[in-house]
C-alpha cells in the first residue's frame, strides 16, 4: 500500500496544474527567490517615489486660480 500511495504522489508532482496555474485550489506554488524579493523590493520603491512626487504638486493653489481667471 505504502509503493502505490508513493507511486501516485510521485505522479502527481510531475503532472500539469489544471486550468489556470496561478490562480485557484490546485495552483503552482511560487518560489520567493532572492530575484523575486529583490524586485518587489524596487516596485515598493518606485511607489514610494511616486507618492512622494504627487504629494508635491508642481503648481500652488494660488497659481491655479490665477490660471482659472485667465482662462474664463
Do not use: C, D
Amino acid at each position: 500500500m505504502w509503493v502505490q500511495t508513493a507511486l501516485l504522489v510521485s505522479a502527481r508532482r510531475n503532472r500539469a496544474v489544471p486550468g489556470k496555474q496561478w490562480i485557484g485550489k490546485h495552483r503552482k506554488v511560487w518560489k520567493y527567490t532572492e530575484s523575486r524579493r529583490s524586485s518587489t523590493v524596487e516596485m515598493l520603491e518606485r511607489v514610494a517615489r511616486n507618492i512622494g512626487i504627487l504629494s508635491k504638486p508642481f503648481v500652488t493653489t494660488a497659481q491655479e486660480q490665477g490660471s482659472r481667471q485667465r482662462a474664463a
